[in-house]
């Protein structure tokens, strides 16, 4: 069945320093990719989302990058601050739904100061 | 975005009783998921929930357990029926929101603890 793969599973970085948090899918008709950030007991929220006519996008400290040929995206938090620690989920579309998502298994990121 | 308020926001209850969860809509949406979020884990879509037919339940889960109602396009209910410990979650309401479509928020979660 259609799964996404997320890694590392945690992440630990210095302030200051860059995290990369990577995942890949297995559908090659999955053409949208958001990362929610979840702090500690609070909701998921977006952060930023890719669609497959593009292949990065920013906003800010945050870049996600789209490999479509390899089926991979990565996250790309750059000058990382204490308010980045949380747990990150990648997603990706289903073959059957726009709006049904297949889950990464999160990564727990920990900036150390 | 949409406001997604979510009620309760907490509860503790006791084994084999049932609980319903409600989330409202500040919006008209058309799409309408629940999902689940086991501690440490990542989220499991429980339904979609349609509005004025039964929900649309993914592998794993059914009716008797999860009962869905969706009266109309901005309110929903999501019922954990005869509960068990294993039911200790955080149970999210979510919506497809935006012009571009495929974007997805969450409510602000019921977390659940069986006792």
């Known amino acids: 069945g259609e799964n996404v793969e997320q890694h590392p599973s945690t992440l630990s970085v210095q302030e200051g320093d860059s995290a990369v948090i990577k995942c890949t899918y297995s559908d090659s008709a999955s053409n949208y990719f958001p990362w929610y950030k979840q702090e500690l007991g609070k909701r998921p929220q977006l952060i930023i989302d890719i669609r497959s006519n593009v292949g990065e996008k920013k906003d800010q400290r945050i870049a996600v990058t789209l490999n479509k040929t390899a089926k991979h995206f990565s996250l790309h938090i750059t000058e990382t601050q204490p308010e980045d620690s949380a747990v990150y989920f990648c997603a990706a579309n289903g073959e059957d739904s726009n709006y049904q998502l297949i889950w990464g298994a999160g990564t727990k990121l920990i900036i150390k100061p | 975005s949409a406001v997604i308020s979510q009620k309760p926001s907490r509860d503790i209850c006791q084994r084999g009783t049932s609980l319903t969860i409600q989330c409202q809509v500040d919006?008209?949406?058309?799409?309408m998921f629940w999902y689940r979020q086991q501690p440490g884990q990542s989220l499991t879509l429980i339904a979609t929930?349609?509005?004025?037919?039964?929900?649309?339940?993914e592998s794993g889960f059914v009716i008797d357990k999860f009962p869905i109602s969706r009266p109309n396009l901005t309110f929903s209910t999501l019922t954990v029926s005869n509960m068990s410990p294993e039911d200790s979650s955080i149970y999210l309401c979510?919506?497809?929101?935006?012009?571009?479509?495929?974007?997805?928020?969450f409510g602000e979660g019921s977390w659940l603890t069986v006792v």
């Open positions: 979510s919506v497809v929101w935006g012009g571009a479509g495929n974007t997805i928020y």
């Open positions: 919006s008209q949406v058309t799409m």
């Open positions: 929930a349609n509005q004025g037919s039964e929900a649309t339940y």
